[in-house]
């Protein structure tokens, strides 16, 4: 560097390298917050929503199973009337209907069961 006396300053009209664009119009802006603020709403929203679904499947679940054990309780109850009816043994015919009563039971007594996964 060689010193030399400084003589004149001339004026420098800066201008920066960097010019910020013109705003467009079908852009989207927004602050970091805001975009947080939006995911945390999007997260919210789906959760719900899966929520809902899986609420409504299992209700639906529900429903078909206790269709079922209806079902299996109306046969079972024929069963019972046909065995009384049957020309059997009394012994026979006792201890026929005691079975079934005891399977419909274990059926009403297990049904919380069937809703279990």
């Known amino acids: 560097m060689s010193r030399k006396p400084v003589s004149s300053v001339t004026p420098f009209d800066f201008r920066g390298d960097f010019d910020t664009p013109a705003p467009n119009e079908s852009q989207v802006t927004m602050t970091v917050s805001e975009l947080a603020a939006l995911l945390d709403d999007a997260r919210r929203s789906t959760a719900e929503m899966l ?29 019972a009337e046909l065995l009384e009816s049957s020309a059997l043994s009394e012994e026979t015919r006792d201890e026929a209907v005691d079975r079934v009563r005891a399977v419909a039971a274990e059926l009403i007594d297990g049904q919380g069961n069937l809703f279990q996964s």
Not at 51 to 78: G, P, Y
């Open 51 to 79: 929520r809902d679904e899986q609420v409504k499947l299992q209700a639906e679940a529900m429903r078909d199973s206790a269709e079922s054990l209806k079902a299996a309780l109306r046969q079972i109850v024929e069963l």
